[in-house]
């Protein structure tokens, strides 16, 4: 057994919460700017936090399409967490991604952590980061 292996945690178990800041940080910033590349296309220039609304809907259908049916972001996928069903480890579908996504971008959800560390939009959405 190689010392690296030591030092990586097991797939499956929940991810930590540095990997998941940084899966979301990673994904913010890829929605901000499609959501400055709409605004630009669409013809809508907009004040700066107003942009800022178009990145929540692209985080939110980023997060509807891509954990609901692939079970990663690509941020998660570059942070090596997924987000699976906290009842049988599957896909939680895209309405519950939806969901999570929009308490997401509600901000406080997230910060209201409960038992096992999920967050009130893992709950709500019967879902939890595992490291990949």
């Known amino acids: 057994m190689s010392d690296s292996s030591v030092n990586q945690p097991e797939p ?14 990673l994904d913010w910033i890829l929605c ?3 959501g400055i590349g709409i605004a630009r296309v669409t013809g809508i220039f907009t004040a700066p936090s ?4 178009w990145a929540l809907v692209v985080l939110t259908v980023e997060y509807g399409v891509f954990i609901g049916l692939f079970t990663q972001t690509l941020g998660m996928r570059i942070a ?9 480890a ?7 991604a939806l969901l999570r996504g929009v308490l997401l971008c509600l901000v406080f959800p997230p910060l209201i952590i409960g038992a096992g560390g999920r967050g009130l939009h893992d709950r709500a959405a019967n879902s939890i980061m595992v490291h990949a």
């Open 32 to 34: 901000l700017l499609i």
């Open 50 to 53: 107003e942009r800022g609304l």
């Open 12 to 25: 499956g178990s929940p991810a930590t919460w540095i990997k998941r800041f940084v899966a979301l940080l």
């Open 80 to 88: 090596r967490i997924r987000c699976v069903s906290a009842t049988d």
């Open 90 to 96: 599957g896909r939680i579908g895209i309405p519950r």
